[in-house]
């Protein structure tokens, strides 16, 4: 029977994650990329559609699509620069 003090292992420091914990967190930093760009473009899109319907044109799902493109591009670029650190 080993004694309550005798520990082979040494304990990680609190609040230092693990080698695969750094890496699962690079993953979804990552993904989050990933996702960013379609769903501002569907937010776009799908805002510009409403638009449309609300004021009877037929155009202004296409600056809908421009700004979503732009948001998403911005915002991947930030997290992309953030995930580099």
């Known amino acids: 029977m080993a004694s309550p003090g005798y520990n082979s292992q040494p304990k990680p420091k609190a609040g230092a994650a693990s080698g695969g914990a750094k890496t699962l967190v690079k993953a979804e930093r990552l993904t989050q990329i990933a996702v960013v760009l379609p769903c501002a473009l569907l937010i776009g ?41």
């Open 45 to 85: 899109w799908g805002a510009g559609v409403l638009l449309d319907k609300w004021l009877h044109q037929h155009w202004i799902y296409i600056v809908g699509l421009i700004f979503g493109a732009i948001a998403g591009l911005v915002e991947a670029v930030r997290q992309a620069l953030r995930a580099s650190d």
